[in-house]
């Protein structure tokens, strides 16, 4: 009697974990980064901030950011702290604005790169990453 009854707890908890782990192909995760497909669509790009900032995060050629950090979503960075909880630990924006504008301000060995100083991401786009990072 206990054994079946265990049996079906245990089916039922790993279908609630593949039913939490299911990954919707289109809509964008709150806290983790936005689907790859909805960054790429040309004919109807993101219009909002916060998945515009995923999409530049993601982006090899602009932020990458996850080649160093664990970022929800993505394969996991572990050469610098996993970017979680990012309101709470970063109440102040514009002390988060100004470690990914220019890292050397917080730490002047920083090995983060400078995206602002080094035109690797403009302004704009910068704004828009911080956006996103605070949904993390
Ligand atoms: C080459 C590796 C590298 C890349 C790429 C990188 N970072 Fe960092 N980041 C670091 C390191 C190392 C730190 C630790 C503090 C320091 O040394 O500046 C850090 C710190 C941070 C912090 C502060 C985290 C904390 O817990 O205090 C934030 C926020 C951050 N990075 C965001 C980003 C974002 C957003 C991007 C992409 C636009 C990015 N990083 C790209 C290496 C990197």
Do not use: W, Y
Not at 27 to 46: F, R
Not at 64 to 73: E, K, L, S, T, W
Not at 109 to 117: A, I
Request: charged residues 20%.
């Amino acid at each position: 009697m206990r054994k079946s009854a265990n049996i079906i707890l245990g089916a039922s908890v790993a279908l609630l974990l593949g039913s939490l782990l299911a990954i919707p192909s289109q809509a964008q995760i709150p806290g983790a980064v936005p689907d790859a497909k909805v960054c790429k669509d040309k004919d109807n790009p993101p219009k909002d901030a916060v998945t515009q900032g995923g999409c530049i995060v993601l982006e090899r050629t602009k932020g990458n950011c996850m080649a160093c950090h664990a970022i929800a979503g993505t394969t996991a960075g572990n050469i610098a702290p996993p970017l979680v909880q990012m309101k709470q630990r970063f109440p102040d924006k514009t002390k988060l604005r100004a470690q990914i504008d220019d890292a050397r301000k917080l730490n002047p060995r920083s090995v983060m790169p400078p995206f602002g100083p080094n035109e690797i991401l403009s302004q704009d786009e910068i704004d828009k990453v911080v956006e996103f990072v605070l949904t993390l």
